[in-house]
């Protein structure tokens, strides 16, 4: 309703990102394409979340302060819930959706989702509800993982997933591999205990230095968790990128691409299923980027696959 252009983040890039996507693959990307024919359900979302913090979102005030966007309170209500959490719930389900989809056919991405820092007990951070901590949790319960299968987290965006790290606090089954920018939001230390793998930049990282630590680093993490690894899930924000507002970091574009092939081909190497979610991106390149990540996934590893799409 126009308020989405006074936010830093543009609502729009899923979007762009779609139609970008559409116009470079054509029928082979529709072919691949499943879409989420409901939002996440009360039942999913309190997988995480409780149910205190769940109604407390029918207050504007509460979403206002979440999204760090006070004219949202002149719209009511309701209309957030339709216009602002609804779709939300619908990224939700489609981060639900491709871990599902990865476990069955070996990857898959969400356009959207990545909200890495809603906590079970309250949002932040402009992140309503943590999808990543869902979709693994509704994956144990419909049976797609078992109870004590190995999930390995990878949060590249620049910012500490600290949102993941509190709902698996007292899961080590779950382990947690990040790199972010120490000298930004959010400083949770008590999330940053919890990591497994902790790797904090500094402002300005660039290019070699990035993925030399990646590069180094990644391998090793999952060396570590052997080969009992059944499902990865990449957070691949793409706010490392230079001149982003908000990431303060010096990646460039083709950076950024090195780095998403780089996570998707050490993980098929080692034969694990993985989900990418797209996160954090405060740039009008965001979209480009993540398009031309899912076209190169599409053109390396994209074969239609019409079973794929039944739901």
């Not at 989405?4 to 996507?21: I, M, V």
């Not at 719930?89 to 056919?105: D, S």
């Not at 991405?109 to 949790?137: M, Q, R, T, W």
Request: aromatic share 8%; net charge neutral; proline share 5%.
């Amino acid at each position: 309703m126009g308020v989405e252009n006074l936010h830093p983040f543009d609502s729009k890039k899923y979007g762009r990102a779609f139609k970008l996507l559409r116009k470079t693959h054509g029928k082979k990307f529709d072919k691949l394409c499943i879409a989420p024919q409901h939002p996440a359900n009360e039942h999913s979302l309190r997988l995480v979340h409780t149910a205190e913090y769940l109604k407390s979102l029918k207050s504007a005030e509460k979403v206002e302060s979440i999204l760090e966007l006070p004219p949202i309170r002149l719209l009511g209500n309701r209309i957030i819930d339709h216009r602002v959490l609804r779709p939300m719930r619908l990224a939700t389900e489609g981060t639900i959706m491709a871990v599902r989809h990865a476990l069955q056919y070996g990857m898959a991405i969400n356009l959207s989702g990545g909200y890495h820092h809603a906590n079970p007990k309250f949002g932040e951070g402009f992140c309503v509800y943590n999808d990543i901590g869902i979709a693994i949790a509704s994956a144990i319960k419909t049976g797609h993982l078992t109870k004590d299968a190995y999930v390995a987290y990878i949060d590249l965006d620049a910012h500490q997933g600290n949102g993941v790290a509190r709902v698996f606090l007292k899961s080590p089954n779950v382990r947690l591999f990040d790199m972010f920018n120490a000298h930004i939001y959010p400083g949770d230390t008590v999330a940053q205990r919890r990591l497994n793998c902790k790797l904090p930049l500094y402002t300005g990282v660039s290019d070699p230095t990035y993925l030399d630590i990646l590069e180094s680093e990644l391998p090793k993490f999952l060396d570590d968790m052997g080969d009992s690894i059944a499902l990865a899930v990449y957070n691949a924000g793409t706010d490392v990128l230079a001149g982003d507002p908000l990431g303060f970091m010096s990646v460039s574009a083709e950076g950024i691409l090195k780095r998403d092939l780089f996570v998707f081909e050490t993980l098929k190497e080692r034969g694990i299923p993985w989900a990418m979610v797209t996160s954090g991106g405060y740039t009008q390149e965001s979209h480009r980027i993540i398009a031309r990540t899912v076209g190169e996934a599409i053109d390396r590893w994209g074969a239609p696959d019409e079973t794929a799409r039944t739901e």
